[in-house]
């Protein structure tokens, strides 16, 4: 099934540790976004690409980075996890910019 | 100042009547989108409806249509005929037209149950 792929879906992490959650989209969409929903709120936009290469930051990218070498993967780097950063990460994908989004499934973090 | 809105945490509706979830957004940029999203307890988040900033028509996409008050900064999202597989949390969402262009604005959702 075309569409974002999101993995992994859970992950527990030590403080400390660093670990990279990946997305992948197979409709060649050339925007991709990071959002983080923490619990009973909105996603807030962690980081964003508008194509290969490109990549800027969004509203809350301290302790994150990413890359995008090709137009398919999106992957979120976390260095030094801390338990702030405890929270449901939402990848999404969009064509145009007027376009909705089109998100994974998300992954449940959580920092211990 | 928020960008999004949404003063309804949670709201109930009989099933098959019809229900406005609301939202009002803050912007001074002329051009900017808006975006209605779901979000089932399954976790996933469905894109429900979009309305442009200068679309003279409010948009409609089936049960689901968007009353647009450009004067009054509000994106109102209006349900019809509820059913059971209507509950679930939906987010108003916008997106400004400037030279970033892709900062999203999320509110912090209103969760609808629809009851039998």
């Known amino acids: 099934n075309a569409g974002v792929t999101q993995t992994p879906k859970f992950r527990i992490l030590k403080i400390g540790q660093s670990m990279t959650l990946q997305c992948a989209q197979d409709m060649n969409h050339n925007y991709m976004y990071w959002y983080r929903q923490d619990p009973g709120m909105g996603l807030k936009l962690i980081y964003y690409s508008v194509g290969a290469g490109i990549t800027d930051k969004g509203e809350v990218p301290n302790g994150y980075n990413v890359s995008r070498s090709t137009t398919e993967d999106f992957p979120l780097r976390l260095e030094l996890a801390a338990p702030s950063q405890t929270s449901v990460y939402f990848c999404a994908s969009t064509l145009r910019r007027v376009s909705g989004y089109t998100f994974g499934s998300g992954t449940r973090l959580t920092v211990v | 100042a928020q960008k999004i809105t949404q003063t309804q945490p949670g709201m109930f509706v009989q099933e098959k009547e019809a229900v406005t979830l609301d939202c009002t957004y803050d912007t001074s940029d002329p051009s900017y989108g808006l975006f209605w999203y779901k979000q089932p307890s399954s976790g996933e988040m469905i894109f429900l409806i979009y309305q442009g900033s200068y679309d003279q028509q409010n948009a409609t996409e089936g049960r689901y249509s968007l009353n647009f008050q450009k004067a009054r900064k509000s994106a109102n999202l209006v349900i019809s005929a509820s059913q059971l597989g209507d509950s679930a949390m939906y987010f108003c969402?916008?997106?400004?037209?400037?030279?970033?262009?892709?900062?999203?604005?999320f509110g912090t959702g209103t969760s609808l149950t629809v009851i039998p």
């Open positions: 969402a916008m997106r400004e037209g400037g030279n970033t262009g892709n900062q999203f604005y």
